[in-house]
């Protein structure tokens, strides 16, 4: 496919996962069964066809031409009949007047209504508001909550990262003229109209790379922790794939620290050693269980555990998540996700800082997991995160920090910074 059938094919892709809550409540109003007993390839071009009707600009004629088409090759003639029938009830209204027919009021269920109309389950919607709660308390009415359902909604910028003393922003924009510096970090440019950075010489060689800004900060925030004594050695504990790695040990390379990148996973930590490949200071990869402790105990001065969780940080990007995850998928995260911060606690020195982060704002996953694995320890304190990042507003009280696409544009990143003091 040429670019321009490639953007097509992705947005259709995408844009319908996006979508695919309200545009099955939509089909369900247009026919004469329940959705359960419509067949999932009939399903799956029917969405199709409803997303390019109600969220794009190709003319109603030729979105429904075309759906039809599809659905009489890969369909057969009967089932392109009923999907024609139905296309053209759906292209009777637009996105507006649909959601307003579809979606309970907002007085009578307030959660079901923006799960209808912005496309999210009710589960993620409740869990999300409840977060939104405890971290902008002063602002997490209706409207607020829209904002950050639309933003999960929206095509996400490709933002760059150029890792220090490898490559520079100035390298990368004189590549790419049309892109724009990151809001926050430093290392940051942003291709607003999309791009293709693979063709970059910088990202070829591992000296920049693809990685959402909120990412960087959470790297940005570690590095610039304080830490009493010496600075020499790093640990990131859950490495793969690797972009904060990269970044860290670009970092620690500036120092003249030495970076040791964990991952569990062997096919991950390949990605790794390829992030990392050609970083100007000393560096490790190796494969090994963060929940176990394959490095001596309180060796380290920085610790990163990025954990793995829910996702539902990352749903502008990963839209489909939305859809795959369960409720009961955040409390089998738990035990891990507290297994990994205990053993990141005991790998840092005394003097030492641990990073806790997360892609979720949920708060089982983020201040919950906190709070359970201090209870009880008398050998650890809460650093401050919010000076860490000047210029970023709207962190929250802190000592950690929530960042939020509508607010940050970025991932929903969750950092909680602590440093040993026994």
């Known amino acids: 496919m040429d670019r321009r059938d490639a953007a097509l094919a992705t947005e259709l892709v995408y844009g319908t996962l996006r979508g695919q809550g309200t545009y099955d409540a939509i089909i369900a109003a247009c026919v004469d069964r329940p959705l359960r007993e419509v067949d999932p390839p009939v399903l799956d071009v029917l969405s199709l066809g409803a997303h390019q009707l109600l969220g794009t600009r190709i003319p109603s004629h030729a979105a429904v031409s075309a759906t039809v088409e599809l659905a009489r ?37 307030a959660e079901d209504h923006l799960a209808v109309v912005h496309s999210h389950p009710r589960w993620v919607v409740s869990s999300l508001w409840d977060a939104l709660g405890r971290w902008q308390p002063e602002d997490a009415g209706r409207s607020a909550m829209e904002r950050l359902l639309d933003a999960d909604n929206a095509r996400p910028e490709v933002t760059l990262v150029a890792r220090p003393g490898r490559s520079s922003v100035a390298e990368l924009r004189e590549a790419l003229p049309e892109a724009e510096d990151g809001r926050w970090s430093p290392y940051a440019l942003r291709l ?45 504990g859950c490495a793969g794939p690797g972009g904060k790695a990269a970044l860290l040990g670009a970092l620690a390379a500036e120092r003249g620290a030495a970076l040791v990148a964990s991952e569990k996973q062997p096919h991950r930590a390949r990605l790794v050693a390829r992030a990392l490949n050609g970083n100007p200071g000393p560096y490790a990869v190796i494969t090994a269980d ?63 800082v641990v990073g806790y982060a997360t892609c979720s704002p949920h708060l089982a996953e983020t201040r919950a997991v906190v709070d359970d694995v201090l209870r009880g320890r008398e050998d650890v304190e809460w650093v401050d995160a919010r000076p860490l990042l000047p210029g970023v507003p709207e962190l929250g009280d802190g000592p950690d920090i929530q960042l939020w696409p509508h607010l940050h544009g970025t991932d929903a990143m969750y950092l909680a910074l602590l440093r040993r003091t026994a």
């Not at 791009?195 to 693809?210: H, I, K, Q, S, T």
């Not at 409390?331 to 507290?338: E, I, M, T, V």
Request: charged share 30%; aromatic share 6%; glycine share 12%.
């Open 192 to 236: 607003a109209e999309g791009g293709d950075p693979a063709g970059l010489d910088a990202v070829r060689e591992n000296r920049a790379g693809v990685q959402d800004e909120g990412s960087q900060l959470v790297a940005l925030a570690l590095a610039n922790a304080p830490v009493d004594g010496p600075d020499r050695l790093w640990l990131d």
């Open 290 to 352: 963060g929940t176990r402790g394959a490095w001596q105990q309180g060796a380290f001065d920085r610790v990163l555990v990025d954990v793995p969780c829910s996702g539902l940080g990352a749903l502008r990007r990963r839209p489909e998540a939305r859809w795959r995850r369960r409720p009961e998928d955040i409390a089998g995260f738990g035990p891990l996700q507290r297994d990994l911060l205990r053993n990141a606690l005991d790998a840092a020195r005394v003097g030492g």
């Open 73 to 109: 090759v890969v369909l057969g003639d009967g089932r392109a009949k009923f999907v024609n029938a139905v296309l053209r009830k759906i292209s009777a209204q637009d996105l507006a007047g649909w959601a307003a027919q579809v979606a309970p009021p907002y007085e009578d269920d």
